[in-house]
C-alpha cells in the first residue's frame, strides 16, 4: 500500500495538481473552430477512402458541426479534467454519436491534429494583422497627405538635426508597417503547410488522402516531412518576431506621440478618446494609449523568447513542452491587434499644431547644415565650410542671439564668402534642396505619397 492509498483526500489532491498542471483547456478551447473543421475534414476523408464506413463519417461530421453550436452558443460543458478542447470535443462526441464518436481518431494523433489547428489559427491571425497594419499605413497617408509643406524639426539623437516636413516623417512609419505586414503575410505562408496524416510522427498506415484534406482546410501544401510536422513551431515564431517588431515600431511611434503631445513640444493633440484624465491633477490629458502601446511591447517580445526557448532543447518528435506554444501566441495576438487598431485611431484623430512644428525649427540652429552647404557653393570645401559655420553658432549661442538673426556682419566675420543671398536659406529652401529620390523635399515627398497610396492599394486589393 502507497501513502496515498491510505490517505484518499491526499490522492484527490495530488490528481488534481496534476490535472491543474497538465490541462490547457483554458486558452486552448481558442481552437475549436480549427479543431472542429480540423476534423470534419479527416471524417470526410476517412469516409471518402473506405477507411470508416461513409454513413459513419456523416453522422461524425453531423456531431461536429453540433458541438461546434453548441460552444458558439455558449451552452457547451466544459470539463479542464479532459485536459485539452481535442479530448473535451471527442468526449462530447462519444455523448451525442456513442460509439461510432470512436472511429474520428483513425489515422491520427493529437500531434499532428494541434499542429494543424495552430496552423489554421496563425493563418488567420496574421492575416488580421496585416489587414490592421494596413488601417494604420491608411491613417499615415490620410495625415501625410494634409503635411507635405508643414516643416517640423527631424531629430538626431533628440536634438534638432535638420527641417523636414511632417509628411515625410509619417511616410517613414509607413514604410515600417508595410515591412511589418510584409512579415506577417510570411508567417502565414510558413503555417500554410498540413501536417494531418503525419499521425503521431511516422505518417499513417491507413490509404489516406491527405490532398483532399488540405484543399478543403484551405491548405497550400500538405507536409513533407511527418516528424517535422509534428514537432516544429517555427510558423509560431514567425507569428511572434511579426508581431514583436510591430510592436517595436508601435512603440517608437507612441514614444512621438508622447513627446509630441507634451506641453513642452505642443506639436500635436491626441483626441480625448486616447487620452485620460488624472485623479489629482485636473489639467491634465495624458496620453495613456501610446504609453500602454509602448509598456505592452515587452510581453510580446517575452513570448517569442519563451517559444524560442521552449523548443531549443526538444528532441525529435513531439513533447509536452509544446503544449507552451499557445499562451503566448495567443496573448501576442491579443497585443498587437489592440495595439494597431489604438494606433490606427490615435493617427486619425490626432490634431497636428503646424505653426508650433514649424517654430520650434525656426528657433534654432537648424540651417547649419544649410549654412554650409552655402558656402561649399562658393567653392568651400565641406569641411572647412563646417569649421566656419560652427564657429558662427558657437557665438551665436553664446550673445543668444537666434541663427534667424544673424547680420550679415555676423556672417562676413565668419567668412568673407558670405554674400546677401545667405539670407535666401530658409527652412523652405532647406526641406526644398534636399531634393533627391527619398528626400523630404515636399515635391518629392508628394510623389512618394501618391506611390505609397498606391502601393497600399495594391496591397489592399490582394487581401
Ligand atoms: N494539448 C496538447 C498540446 O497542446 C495536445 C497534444 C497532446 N499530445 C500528446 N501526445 N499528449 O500540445
Same mark, same amino acid.
Given at each position: 500500500m502507497t501513502a496515498q492509498d491510505k490517505d484518499p483526500a491526499a490522492a484527490a489532491r495530488g490528481a488534481k495538481l496534476a490535472s491543474d498542471f497538465t490541462q490547457s483547456l483554458h486558452y486552448d478551447r481558442r481552437l475549436y473552430s480549427e479543431d472542429i473543421a480540423g476534423s470534419i475534414a479527416h471524417a470526410r476523408m476517412l469516409g471518402k477512402q473506405g477507411i470508416i464506413d461513409s454513413d459513419e463519417a456523416a453522422k461524425i461530421i453531423e456531431g461536429l458541426q453540433q458541438i461546434e453550436q453548441e460552444i458558439s452558443a455558449g451552452t457547451f460543458a466544459w470539463k479542464p479534467d479532459l485536459e485539452d478542447i481535442h479530448m473535451n470535443i471527442e468526449s462530447r462526441l462519444h455523448e451525442i454519436?456513442?460509439?461510432?464518436?470512436?472511429?474520428?481518431h483513425t489515422a491520427r494523433s493529437r500531434n499532428d491534429q494541434v499542429a494543424t489547428d495552430t496552423r489554421l489559427w496563425v493563418k488567420k491571425a496574421a492575416q488580421d494583422a496585416a489587414n490592421a497594419l494596413r488601417q494604420v499605413q491608411e491613417a499615415l497617408l490620410q495625415q501625410a497627405q494634409r503635411h507635405t509643406e508643414s516643416v517640423l524639426p527631424g531629430y538626431t539623437h533628440l536634438q534638432r538635426g535638420q527641417p523636414v516636413v511632417f509628411a515625410h516623417h509619417l511616410l517613414a512609419y509607413f514604410e515600417m508597417f508595410d515591412r511589418d505586414a510584409g512579415r506577417f503575410l510570411a508567417a502565414k505562408r510558413a503555417a500554410d503547410v498540413m501536417p494531418l496524416g503525419s499521425g503521431a510522427m511516422a505518417g499513417s498506415p491507413y490509404p489516406l488522402d491527405r490532398e483532399s484534406v488540405a484543399e478543403e482546410l484551405g491548405f497550400a501544401a500538405i507536409s513533407a516531412n511527418s516528424m517535422d510536422a509534428v514537432s516544429d513551431r517555427d510558423f509560431i515564431l514567425y507569428y511572434l518576431f511579426a508581431a514583436s517588431v510591430t510592436m517595436a515600431h508601435l512603440s517608437r511611434l507612441a514614444e512621438e506621440f508622447i513627446i509630441w503631445s507634451s506641453d513642452e513640444f505642443g506639436f500635436i493633440r491626441l483626441s480625448d478618446e486616447y487620452t485620460s484624465g488624472s485623479s489629482i491633477m485636473p489639467q491634465k490629458r495624458n496620453p495613456d494609449f501610446a504609453e500602454l502601446i509602448r509598456g505592452k511591447t515587452g510581453r510580446v517580445y517575452g513570448h517569442l523568447m519563451a517559444l524560442l526557448t521552449t523548443v531549443k532543447?526538444?528532441?525529435? @518528435?513531439?513533447?509536452?513542452?509544446?503544449?507552451?506554444?499557445?499562451e503566448g501566441l495567443f496573448d501576442a495576438a491579443d497585443t498587437v491587434l489592440p495595439a494597431l487598431s489604438a494606433a490606427a485611431g490615435m493617427i486619425s484623430g490626432m490634431t497636428i499644431n503646424a505653426d508650433r512644428m514649424r517654430l520650434a525649427a525656426d528657433r534654432s540652429y537648424i540651417l547649419a547644415t544649410d549654412i554650409a552647404d552655402y558656402l561649399v557653393g562658393k567653392g568651400v570645401p565641406f569641411r572647412q565650410a563646417y569649421i566656419a559655420v560652427s564657429a558662427l553658432a558657437k557665438q551665436s549661442i553664446a550673445t543668444g542671439i537666434g541663427f534667424g538673426e544673424l547680420t550679415m556682419e555676423h556672417f562676413r566675420s565668419a567668412s568673407?564668402?558670405?554674400?546677401?543671398?545667405?539670407?535666401?536659406?530658409t527652412l523652405d529652401s532647406a526641406v526644398a534642396a534636399?531634393?533627391?529620390?527619398?528626400? @523630404?523635399a515636399p515635391g518629392r515627398v508628394k510623389e512618394a505619397l501618391q506611390q505609397a497610396m498606391k502601393r497600399l492599394d495594391a496591397a489592399n486589393s490582394e487581401m
Open positions: 454519436i456513442g460509439e461510432t464518436a470512436g472511429r474520428l532543447g526538444l528532441p525529435l @518528435t513531439y513533447n509536452r513542452d509544446l503544449q507552451e506554444d499557445k568673407s564668402l558670405f554674400d546677401d543671398d545667405v539670407m535666401q536659406v534636399r531634393d533627391v529620390p527619398g528626400g @523630404t
